[in-house]
T-cell receptor, first 112, second 111 residues
Framework: EAGVAQSPRYKIIEKRQSVAFWCNPI?????LYWYQQILGQGPKLLIQ????????DSQLPKDRFSAERLKGVDSTLKIQPAKLEDSAVYLCASSLADRKLFFGSGTQLSVL | GNSVTQMEGPVTLSEEAFLTINCTYTATGYPSLFWYVQYPGEGLQLLLKATKADDKGSNKGFEATYRKETTSFHLEKGSVQVSDSAVYFCAGQGGSEKLVFGKGTKLTVNP
């Protein structure tokens, strides 16, 4: 069974630039999550989708972050404009109704 | 809201040593508790879980018991191996609430 796919693996940008991350969840998983993992901290949920609807985006900085899952399958997370404090690993996860999460390898973002 | 506090690392052990990583939680009600592991260069993987008081989760020689009286879910392994070197995250999830992670504990096992 294929796992959660994420790309790119690494990204380096300058502050105020834009960046986008892509995630393809495990086939059949209706729930998709984006987490932000800052160095030395545990992952923090940014947004949770159920199919193509948003379930929880309470911790998403909506002035600069956006995410979509238009067809209820893959998803993109965008940051525009990026700040230095956005440097982190962005993790995508997916699950079935049992809420057992399967994580991708993440995208490591460095904002200079 | 729920919160999880785990022992800060890094932890360095010799092969075959005994491992304990402490984790305590704060929640309303009784959340499900998890340990996730992140091997170098890989994503997080569920290691074990417990969904109610006195449950014991176990996997790959690791164990953790859900202790309601001490609100704890400490991770233990009797004899660690070099291949256990990773970052371990304790996490909790109450009812319909989001999964909340601890800060992670980096374990290095030397041969």
């Amino acid at each position: 069974e294929a796992g959660v796919a994420q790309s790119p693996r690494y990204k380096i940008i300058e502050k105020r630039q834009s960046v986008a991350f892509w995630c393809n969840p495990i086939s059949g998983h209706a729930t998709l999550y984006w987490y932000q993992q800052i160095l030395g901290q545990g992952p923090k949920l940014l947004i949770q989708f159920q199919n193509n609807g948003v379930v929880d985006d309470s911790q998403l900085p909506k002035d600069r972050f956006s995410a979509e899952r238009l067809k209820g399958v893959d998803s993109t997370l965008k940051i525009q404009p990026a700040k230095l404090e956005d440097s982190a690993v962005y993790l995508c996860a997916s699950s079935l109704a049992d809420r057992k999460l399967f994580f991708g390898s993440g995208t490591q973002l460095s904002v200079l | 809201g729920n919160s999880v506090t785990q022992m800060e690392g890094p932890v360095t052990l010799s092969e075959e040593a005994f491992l304990t990583i402490n984790c305590t939680y704060t929640a309303t009600g009784y959340p499900s508790l998890f340990w996730y592991v992140q091997y170098p260069g890989e994503g997080l993987q569920l290691l074990l879980k417990a969904t109610k008081a006195d449950d014991k989760g176990s996997n790959k020689g690791f164990e953790a018991t859900y202790r309601k009286e001490t609100t704890s879910f400490h991770l233990e392994k009797g004899s660690v191996q070099v291949s256990d070197s990773a970052v371990y995250f304790c996490a909790g999830q109450g009812g319909s609430e989001k999964l909340v992670f601890g800060k992670g504990t980096k374990l290095t096992v030397n041969p």
